[in-house]
């Protein structure tokens, strides 16, 4: 019987299946200046901050606002509050930066994936963070400070099975994809910096007004 549950099939789908397909509506919002998504140690944080060096703009990373916000880390809002209460607290810092903040703006490998936010990220400038399973495993450090590898036996597994379950949101939503395994931090955001100006000049125009004849 073909597949009819479309959560089954994400969950099936690995990184090779699922092409990029990004947003058909305009860019429509200039701020913030790009939203690095992507799977867990992607580089986000890290990359986030040297694009935003690079380009001389602020920095914001979700998961240190909502720290900053909570008053507690990571793992302590996951054992307090359980995961749905820490997404409930991501989502509602997500929209509130969405609005506030201009510079760069790098996302937990979870934020992209409530409908709500969703919604509300298809407007930006989102770019996707890649890395292959080998590099994940160099730097997840056996999931130290992400709860949710650090419970797994084996967290490259959980690791994966996340990857392959969020990918077709992760694509759907980014403008562009860029390898965030090769070189350094500031090296990456040099990438992504190229990709943005790509971008910026194949991006249809924002709001265009249609042209109309003119009838005398
Ligand atoms: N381009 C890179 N080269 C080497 N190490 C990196 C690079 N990007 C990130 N890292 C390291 O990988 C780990 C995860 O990076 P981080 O920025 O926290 O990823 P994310 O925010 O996507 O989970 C950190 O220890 C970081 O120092
Ligand atoms: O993928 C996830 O669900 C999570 C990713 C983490 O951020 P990084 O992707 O920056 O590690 C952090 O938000 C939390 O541990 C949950
Ligand atoms: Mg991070």
Known sequence: MAPTDPSAAAARATPADV???PPAEPLLRDAPLAVLIGPMAAGKSSVGRALAKLLGASFADLDLEIVARAGADIPALFAERGEEGFRALE????A???????GVLSLGG????RPASRDRLRAHR?????????TASRRLRG??????????SDPLETWRTLRDARIPHYRALSRCQVDGGAGSPAAVAR????ALSALERTAAPHAAEPETEEHP
């Open 126 to 134: 989102v770019v996707l963070l890649e890395i292959d399973e080998r």
């Open 110 to 113: 979870g934020a992209p994936l």
């Open 91 to 94: 989502e509602e810092t997500l």
């Open 143 to 152: 999931g130290a400070g992400r709860p949710l590898l650090a419970a797994s």
């Open 191 to 194: 990438r992504v910096a190229a």
């Open 96 to 102: 509130d930066l969405l609005e506030t903040h201009s």
């Open 19 to 21: 092409p990029p397909h």
